[in-house]
């Protein structure tokens, strides 16, 4: 399979200071591919610069054989990458339902009026519902963000990304601050928004990482230690040192 997207000899320097060297792996199309490393790895840069914030200091992004570098998250977007973020990044006096109808609306290119009714067009009612439902939220989906619970919220977040239908999510920290219920039920619904796409997942939480990702890479210290599958990196001596733990 070819590649899809190709994180290629990327390096990052703030102010003279090298965040990330080196840094290069693949993802094939309906990967999983998660992230890991201990804090000041460089995975948030590293996203970052994958998700169009950060341009890279040397280096590629190459998505689908184009350079795609440097462009700001807008672009991305329509070229079929999408973002959801460390904090919750929703509008907080929006239902569930207006929530996701702005993303809806905005893939395609209909301004969202928030002092107007909406146009209830039937078939983006449906993907707004179709969308609530596969993040769990029917129940609440005429309740305002600010009224849900803190994983109720992330979910939604989630449903927002989904809501420009790209073929990549990049998902970064999804699980933080969950309780361990919380966690377990976001695992099952992450696992299945993202049949049939592309992931690539930020997670400090090796349950979750374990349960979702098909190919893992290991940032230590702004490089790559090793790209291979949950259960060599599990058995991988070099990760137990520098991430696991474990002796």
Known sequence: MSDYLHIQNIHKDFSGLRVLTGVEFKVTEKERHAVIGPNGAGKTTLFNIISGKFKPSSGAILFKGKDISGKPPHVL???????????????????????????????????????????????????????????????????????????????????????SEPELILLDEPTAGMTREETERAIKMIDQVTAGRTLIIIEHDMEV?????????????????????PEKIRNDQRVKDAYLGEG
Do not use: M, W
């Open 77 to 163: 977007n329509r070229h079929g990458l999408a973002r959801s973020f460390q904090i919750t990044n929703v509008f907080q006096e929006l239902t569930v339902f207006n929530n996701v109808l702005a993303g809806v609306r905005s893939r395609y290119g209909l301004r969202y009026n928030f002092f107007k009714q909406p146009n209830r067009n039937r078939e983006i009612c449906e993907k707004v519902e179709a969308i609530i439902d596969k993040v769990g939220l029917t129940d609440v989906k005429d309740l305002p963000a600010s009224s849900l619970s803190y994983g109720q919220q992330r979910a939604l977040e989630i449903g927002v990304t989904l809501s």
């Open 209 to 229: 990482v374990f349960s979702l990702a098909d190919t893992i890479s290991v940032l230590h210290y702004g490089t790559i230690l090793v790209s291979d599958t």
